[in-house]
């Protein structure tokens, strides 16, 4: 017991957010040391997370889009919903290990996860509200003074501190602990059918979803053809070079039992539709997706080994909640 004590002591660290990072992983981009985040931040961000007091009229507020219980993707809509019933162009994304992105957004329009939350705020199709009204409408509220400063030591409500907090929030949405995780770390073992689906998955897809993240953090073509009411030319939308046209960013792989519909407009309902396209693909764009062919078995076991990514100490991790004090009456 004692041995084993100790090998679990030295095979994750333990930082301030509470959740264990094994310790193979890379360092993250964004600053998750004690030094940085602040428990006061985190629950701030987490109250403005669920507070509909973000949009322009009261009714939707991130959560709206992310549910935890889905990873914090949404699987209503292949599209998201905002404000005044308006329908994004996109499929919200799944969040978590956002501390260890460097770009945000399936075109990677947004490079700081400090920076993130201004989009959906202001954006018409989402929260449709502006900083300045927003702040506005926070400073009239005794009871986000108070938050603010006992969060940053300070009661003038600012956008800096609004969006330090949310980044904060999300920073610790980290999701480590899935079979897969436990299996690396010696502490359970993959069933025969997950044990082949992980070598289908390490030689076919793991050069774009690679682990123990399951994204490279880079954009690629899985060639999808572009959807024609859309017409969403990804990251070429940001950097206007033609080289980047249908390119978006590759997404993270853990959960995905529960981040459906897939692709960046929600195009696929469940994993063996995502299979199927790829084993359909004839002259991909990239290389990388040429040697993808699967028999009948060989797609169950890969899906068997994706279910192994799901981990339920995130999807029902209490911490990431909505916060009961939001029903309490305040100011
Ligand atoms: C109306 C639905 C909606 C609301 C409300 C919303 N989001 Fe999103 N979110 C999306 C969509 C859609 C995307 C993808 C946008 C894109 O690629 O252009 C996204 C992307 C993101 C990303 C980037 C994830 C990644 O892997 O690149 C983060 C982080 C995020 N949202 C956090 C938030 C936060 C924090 C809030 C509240 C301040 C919020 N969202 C409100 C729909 C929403
Ligand atoms: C060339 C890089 C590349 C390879 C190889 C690749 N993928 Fe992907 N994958 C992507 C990109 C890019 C997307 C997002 C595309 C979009 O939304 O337009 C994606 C999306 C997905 C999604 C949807 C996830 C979500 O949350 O929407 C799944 C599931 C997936 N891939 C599984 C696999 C599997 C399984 C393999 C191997 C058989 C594989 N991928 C191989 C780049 C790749």
């Known amino acids: 017991m ?21 310790k193979n992983w890379p360092t ?16 701030l961000g987490r109250l403005l997370f669920y507070d509909p007091i973000l949009s322009r009229d009261g009714t ?8 935890l219980y889905n990873a914090f993707a949404h699987t209503d809509h292949a599209l998201s919903h905002g404000i005044d019933d308006r329908i994004g162009r996109r499929n919200a994304p799944a969040l978590m290990n956002l501390a260890w992105m460097s ?38 509220r005794g009871f986000y003074r108070k938050k603010f400063f006992e969060a940053f030591g300070d009661s003038t409500i600012t956008g800096q501190h609004l969006l330090i907090a949310i980044a904060q929030f999300s920073s610790t949405l980290i999701s480590a602990d ?9 502490s359970d073992a993959f069933s025969d059918a997950e044990e082949r689906g992980f070598a289908l998955f390490s030689r076919l897809c793991a050069d774009c979803h690679i682990p123990p993240l399951f994204t490279s953090n880079d954009f690629a073509s899985n ?50 539709d995502v299979l199927d396209h790829y084993n359909d693909l004839k002259k991909p764009k990239d290389k990388r997706l040429e040697k993808i062919q699967l028999a009948e078995n060989e797609r169950v076991e890969l899906v068997a080994f994706m279910l192994t990514l799901t981990d339920r100490e995130f999807l029902f991790n209490q911490k990431f909640a909505f916060p009961k004090e939001l029903l309490q009456p305040r100011e």
């Open 2 to 22: 004692k041995w084993l004590a100790l090998f679990l002591f030295s095979a994750v660290a333990v930082v301030q957010s509470s959740q264990r990072i094994p």
């Open 28 to 43: 993250p981009v964004y600053d998750i040391s004690d030094d940085n985040l602040k428990v006061e931040k985190i629950h």
């Open 60 to 67: 939707i507020s991130c959560s709206s889009c992310h549910s």
């Open 103 to 140: 770009s945000f957004m399936w075109d990677g329009a947004i490079n700081h996860l400090d920076m993130q939350a201004l989009a959906p705020i202001t954006h018409v199709d989402e929260m449709g509200s502006s900083l300045p009204d927003l702040i506005d409408k926070l400073r009239g």
């Open 178 to 186: 899935s079979k897969y995780d436990k299996v690396m770390q010696g």
């Open 223 to 272: 060639g999808i053809p572009i959807d024609s009411s859309l017409m969403d030319m990804g990251k070429m939308e940001v950097t206007t070079n033609p080289a980047d046209s249908l390119l978006f960013k590759i997404p993270t792989l853990r959960n995905v039992e529960f981040t459906y519909p897939y692709m960046h407009d929600g195009r696929f309902k469940s994993l063996y």
